[in-house]
């Protein structure tokens, strides 16, 4: 069965440090979102990805956060000067396109901790 | 907004014991609900979903009735295992359609003690 994948599995980076998430999402996928948890919190909704462009970010998603879609495969999520707030568990998910077919499948997750 | 209160945890039940993990809504449409688990170290897996009034979802001897009158999504499960030891999140959509956010409850954590 076709999964949504995350690499890597946990991250370790020092404040102010630059990090990439990566995900590859299910092949015939369309819609693509990042979702991230902060221990004891709820899962928030970060971005959703249509189309190479964004098409809904919450507040959360300031510009300190970026995403993209290098190639056909892959969606990375980038945090340009990690904070210690952004220590969390980040979700990618995808979706297929249409009306009536708005369930996400989700990765495991990336385990971020900023020190 | 859009917003979703589940119960909180940590549940603990015996094995074959009787789960209900409530779940209610608020939301602006007419939303399709969800229900996802989150094993010991893995991600976010749908469990459930329903997309309009009276619906029920079901798998893995889950279910849940999308309930309009009183905005609940409440899961059942009448015997449940060890294995069913998780977090359970409950969350909406509020656009029958890919490419929109999903709101999430708070999670519910279950242990099931032999």
């Known amino acids: 069965e076709p999964e949504v994948t995350q690499t890597p599995s946990h991250q370790v980076t020092q404040m102010g440090q630059e990090v990439i998430l990566r995900c590859v999402p299910i092949?015939?996928?369309?819609?693509f979102y990042w979702y991230r948890q902060i221990l004891g919190q709820k899962v928030e909704f970060l971005v959703s990805?249509?189309?190479?462009?964004?098409?809904?970010k919450s507040e959360i998603f300031d510009d300190q956060f970026s995403v993209e879609r290098p190639d056909g495969s892959n969606f990375t999520l980038k945090i340009r000067s990690t904070k210690l707030e952004d220590s969390a568990m980040y979700f990618c998910?995808?979706?297929?396109?249409?009306?009536?077919?708005?369930?996400?499948?989700f990765g495991p997750g990336t385990r971020l901790l900023v020190l | 907004g859009n917003s979703v209160t589940q119960m909180e945890g940590p549940v603990t039940l015996s094995e074959e014991a009787f789960l209900t993990i409530n779940c209610t809504y608020t939301?602006?449409?007419?939303?399709?609900l969800f229900w996802y688990v989150q094993y010991p170290g893995e991600g976010l897996q749908l469990l459930l979903k329903?997309?309009?009034?009276?619906d029920k979802g079901s798998n893995k001897g889950f279910e849940a009735t999308y309930r309009k009158e009183t905005t609940s999504f409440h899961l059942e499960k009448g015997s449940v295992q060890v294995s069913d030891s998780a977090v359970y999140f409950c969350?909406?959509?509020?656009?029958?359609?890919?490419?929109?956010?999903?709101?999430f409850g708070g999670g519910t954590r279950v242990l099931v003690k032999p």
């Open positions: 998910a995808s979706s297929d396109g249409g009306l009536y077919q708005e369930t996400q499948y």
């Open positions: 969350a909406l959509s509020d656009l029958k359609a890919a490419g929109n956010k999903l709101t």
């Open positions: 092949s015939n996928h369309l819609y």
């Open positions: 329903a997309t309009k009034a009276d």
């Open positions: 939301a602006t449409g007419y939303p399709s």
């Open positions: 990805f249509y189309n190479n462009e964004i098409s809904e």
